[in-house]
């Protein structure tokens, strides 16, 4: 019976460590990084930073410099990011909790002045709120994820104020989230795994996994890339980074490729980006160093710098 367990794992989940190396190193120790977006336009990326509630920029001549310097606008918490560069929008979720106190907002800031031009912020209540990560359609709405409520919102430089969107389906833990090219389903990595909702009858539903498979459990950043969805998965007695290939329905998942396993730069990585054939993967948020109830670093003498993972995607 083992041995035919093995075979259908290995049937099923092809082992292949992709090729990475170290592309950019941070100066500052204390970022605790959790978004990664990248800038098609200009080259640049940009980090958002817990910590110091702030967004960097990562030019493309590897030059690290503050986008938003720390609180600006009332940033706080910086978490997912996307960038819209046809529009010249960077979008930004903010928000942290303290204890059983929550604040967070989403931030629109133009990418060519700097300045905000649009945020929608919930200060600190007892409701339970954090928007989370960030996907953008073909006509500039952002879907955003909200961790706590269970929920997904849209939004956009037109509506006032985000639109919680009707689900049918369960949805517990939304964390990462990215849409088809099609504009026809969102996929949500949730606590039970990887989902898909479908727009036309607004259906949340379990995108199936190949039997004795690595799970799709525990997904942070996720990205679509020709037909497969590439996932940093945390939280599961190890970190790694997994494609996951779907059916062309998008229902299901017919192959799985192990890209990074317990990599020695692996600390916590967060989300990921894909810039030109490549994958950028935040390496060690550094998330279990933060005291996120007190904001405060909880041993400030073990940080090391922030470290940007790339891998050639084939």
């Known amino acids: 019976m083992k041995s035919l367990i093995f075979s259908i794992i290995i049937f099923f ?6 090729g990475q190396e170290v ?34 920029k990562i030019s493309k001549n590897s030059e690290w ?19 819209d560069s046809k529009r010249r929008i960077l979008w930004a979720c903010s928000g942290n909790v303290m204890g059983d106190q929550f604040r967070t907002g989403i931030f629109a800031y133009d990418l060519n002045t700097k300045k ?17 990560d960030i996907a953008i359609d073909n006509e500039g709405f952002i879907y955003i994820t909200d961790t706590f409520d269970n929920s997904i919102w849209k939004w956009g430089i037109s509506m006032k104020e985000p639109q919680k969107i009707s689900i049918i389906g ?7 989230i990215e849409i088809s090219p099609d504009n026809k389903y969102l996929f949500v990595a949730s606590n039970d795994g990887l989902k898909r909702f479908d727009f036309s009858n ?18 942070d950043g996720i990205q ?6 590439i996932g940093v998965q945390n939280r599961i007695g190890k970190s790694r980074i997994v494609r996951l290939y779907l059916s062309d329905e998008f ?64």
């Open 13 to 18: 989940t092809s082992i292949c460590i992709y």
């Open 202 to 219: 607004n259906r949340m539903e379990m995108i199936q996994m190949p039997k004795d498979s690595l799970t799709s459990r525990r997904l």
């Open 116 to 132: 905000l031009i649009k945020k929608i912020f919930y200060p600190i209540s007892t409701s339970q709120r954090l928007f989370n």
């Open 251 to 314: 229902d299901k998942v017919v192959r799985i490729e192990l890209i990074d396993d317990s990599n020695k730069y692996f600390n916590i990585p967060t989300t990921n980006v894909i810039a030109n054939g490549y994958l950028y993967v935040i390496a060690n948020s550094q998330l279990d160093n933060l005291d996120q109830d007190n904001i405060k670093i909880i041993n400030p003498e073990i940080l090391t710098s922030t470290f940007i993972l790339k891998y050639k995607l084939k």
């Open 170 to 176: 369960d949805l517990k833990y939304p964390n990462g």
């Open 65 to 83: 410099s503050d986008f938003i310097a720390s609180n600006s606008d009332g940033f706080v918490g910086g978490v997912g990011l996307h960038v």
């Open 224 to 229: 679509f890339y020709e037909n497969s969805i």
């Open 23 to 56: 592309v950019f190193t941070s100066v500052e120790k204390d970022l605790i990084p959790e978004g990664i977006t990248f800038d098609s336009a200009t080259g640049n990326f940009y980090i958002s930073s817990i910590y110091k509630n702030k967004i960097v």
